[in-house]
């Protein structure tokens, strides 16, 4: 009866203007042993970055392989370096090499890689496709391949190196430079 009374008069106290509000807290447990605790929260994955897709863990299955040996990457085999070009006047860059980087596969030992020009009208000029820095030490024996419009270096494939080249085509007067690269060393073969 006396808690019937005191919850009406709160409710009155509440109900009239004059009456100051008091924060009620929620009742707590006569009886220590009734708690039981929460389990503490699941771990997270970490928040993926702006380059990555958010994807959960790969775990792997007991009883299942390991995975292989080697970079993962899979490369150009032999007789298969190719790349094409496009290029759009005015765009930045003007040139877009398409496998790019180009992967070479580890056992494609000194095979040529091959360049072609697709949009009509462009030709390599004379130095076509010129490697930077220490590009000349893998590559040899560059130069048109049959016409102007391809070009061809002999790969050494002896690192796993990404080596940046720079391409050289022209049109008439119009001039246009784009700076792709080639990554040896893939442990797997492309299909």
Same mark, same amino acid.
């Given at each position: ?5 005191? #919850? ?12 100051? *509000?008091?924060?009620? !807290?929620?009742?707590?447990?006569? %009886?220590?042993? /009734? ?5 503490? /929260? ?9 380059? +990555? %897709? ?28 190719? =790349? ?17 980087? #180009? $992967?070479?596969? !580890? ?6 890689? @091959? ?14 496709? !010129? &490697?930077?820095?220490?590009? +000349?030490? *893998?590559?040899?024996?560059?130069? $048109?391949?049959?016409? %102007? ?11 796993? *190196?990404?080596?940046?080249? &720079?391409? $050289?085509? =022209?049109?008439?007067?119009? @001039? ?6 080639? =990554?040896?060393?893939?442990? !797997?073969? /492309? *299909?």
């Amino acid at each position: 009866m006396k808690k019937r009374a005191l #919850l009406s008069a709160i409710a009155m106290c509440f109900l009239a203007a004059g009456c100051p *509000q008091k924060a009620t !807290e929620p009742p707590k447990p006569k %009886d220590t042993a /009734a708690v039981v605790p929460l389990p503490p /929260a699941a771990p997270t994955a970490p928040a993926a970055s702006s380059n +990555q %897709d958010a994807k959960p863990a790969q775990v792997a299955k007991a009883g299942t392989a390991a995975p292989a040996k080697g970079n993962g990457r899979k490369g150009c085999a032999q007789g298969r370096c190719t =790349v094409v070009i496009d290029v759009t006047e005015g765009a930045t860059p003007c040139a877009k090499a398409t496998p790019d980087p #180009l $992967h070479v596969f !580890e056992g494609n030992k000194n095979d040529n890689i @091959k360049w072609t020009i697709r949009t009509p009208g462009w030709k390599f000029a004379a130095n076509g496709i !010129e &490697w930077k820095n220490s590009g +000349q030490k *893998q590559f040899t024996g560059g130069g $048109h391949d049959g016409n %102007d419009n391809k070009f061809k270096w002999k790969d050494a494939n002896t690192d796993d *190196q990404e080596y940046k080249y &720079w391409i $050289h085509v =022209v049109n008439g007067k119009k @001039k246009c430079d784009a700076d792709p690269s080639a =990554v040896n060393g893939a442990s !797997e073969v /492309a *299909q």
